[in-house]
């Protein structure tokens, strides 16, 4: 991942978990507003989206974006 982001890419990783947890209709709002953000990168598992540097992830899983 260091690669990616030294050459300037952005990363989002999706865990599967997340894909059976949140409905799709979350998922690609998360997933656009993530796009749509400025973080360099983030996770997205079945507690929500973390990025870097934050305490604790948001719980955004059950939740609009």
């Known amino acids: 991942m260091t690669a990616i982001h030294d050459a300037g890419w952005r990363s989002l ?3 599967e978990c997340a ?3 949140i409905c ?3 998922l690609v709002r998360i ?3 993530w796009l749509q ?3 360099t ?3 997205l598992g079945t507690n929500g989206l973390a990025c870097p ?3 604790k992830p948001r719980i955004v899983g059950k939740q609009e974006v």
């Open 13 to 15: 990783v999706v865990w």
């Open 19 to 21: 894909t059976r947890s």
């Open 24 to 26: 799709v209709d979350n």
């Open 31 to 33: 997933i656009a507003a």
């Open 37 to 39: 953000g400025a973080e």
């Open 41 to 43: 990168s983030a996770e």
């Open 53 to 55: 540097g934050e305490f």
